[in-house]
């Protein structure tokens, strides 16, 4: 709500998370609509707006077929949507919104079908009907993808890229990366590494048992993450087919850092933590080949 109105989410309602919505001023999970979003306001200057992807933007009880559809993208100066209302979806199998009406998924898993690549095939279709019938009008494409966030789930030949490269751990990882961030001057030269978060333990007091299962987590994650990558890959290639890229204003703005679901041990199942049960090292263990 914050990027999309440039205010802060007390003032937007959504100081919480919709579905924790207390009904108290400033958490009541209902965007008072004099606080335009950009939508809107480009959508009167003569832009094609468009939506792809997470909006979790609609109080639970107003995102059914029952409507009001006025807290839905297209109630909030987007001209077409693509994509789930909630704040996460199976990445096999999504609850997939066009428009205003629920979809199926247009082909199956078995027929390879990802919740990320089918996003940005309908962002770069969009862009494409506006772009062949009015070539010189703007756009605005907001673009939040089902990654990184849970369920971290992509194909076997994208998390076995990196199997093995997170076996040194993440007090020695944390390390190379900074020194990496260093090297390309995304950090200072003079830049110091944080302390350690004092709530994850050292890798060295870790049994085999857990340094497998979080190496095996991180494997998933960076090839759920670079899968992501790739398909925005795809989106600016399809820009730069129609000559737009170098036109085009590119922000990419990241989420607010690690999640809390997964608890000490991480979770094979998220949804046993909004059931406060925390899953034990016993229980994942037996699923590890499962994960992503």
């Known amino acids: 709500s914050c990027i999309l109105t440039g205010r802060n989410h007390h003032s937007n309602g959504v100081a919480a998370v919709m579905e924790t919505a207390t009904g108290f001023p400033g958490y009541n999970g209902r965007m008072p609509f004099e ?16 939506a792809i ?40 199998y999504p609850d997939l919104v066009y428009d205003n009406h629920s979809v199926p998924q247009p082909k199956s898993v078995e027929e390879g079908y990802h919740l990320d690549e089918d996003l940005v095939d309908h962002a770069i279709q ?18 939040a993808p089902g990654c990184a966030h849970a369920p971290h789930q992509v194909g076997k030949d994208w998390i076995e890229k990196y199997k ?16 990496r961030q260093k090297e390309l001057g995304i950090f200072p030269p003079d830049a ?12 060295s007091t870790l049994t085999d048992q857990q340094k497998a ?4 987590f991180m494997e998933v994650f960076a090839g759920y993450l670079e899968h ?10 399809a820009l730069q087919a129609i000559g737009e890229l170098d036109n085009t204003l590119i922000l990419v703005i990241p989420d607010n850092g690690a999640s809390s679901e997964g608890g000490v041990n991480g979770a094979f199942n998220e949804m046993s933590s909004f059931n406060y049960y925390w899953e034990t090292m016993e229980d994942i263990l037996p699923k590890m080949d499962q994960l992503g």
């Open 35 to 50: 606080n335009g979003m950009l939508s809107e306001m480009l959508l009167e200057q003569g832009y094609n707006t468009f």
């Open 53 to 92: 992807g997470k909006w979790h933007l609609s109080p639970a009880e107003e995102s059914t077929p029952a409507g009001p559809y006025t807290r839905w993208p297209l109630g909030r100066g987007f001209e077409r949507y693509y994509g789930f209302l909630g704040g996460e979806t199976n990445q096999w």
């Open 126 to 143: 969009f862009i494409l009907d506006a772009h062949v019938n009015a070539p010189d009008k703007p756009f605005f494409l907001y673009h």
């Open 164 to 179: 093995g490269k997170f076996d040194m751990g993440w007090d020695d990882y944390r390390e190379i990366v900074f020194a």
């Open 192 to 203: 110091e590494l944080s302390a350690r978060d004092p709530d994850v333990p050292e890798w």
């Open 213 to 216: 299962l979080y190496a095996r």
């Open 228 to 237: 992501c990558d790739h398909q925005f890959g795809r989106l600016l290639e």
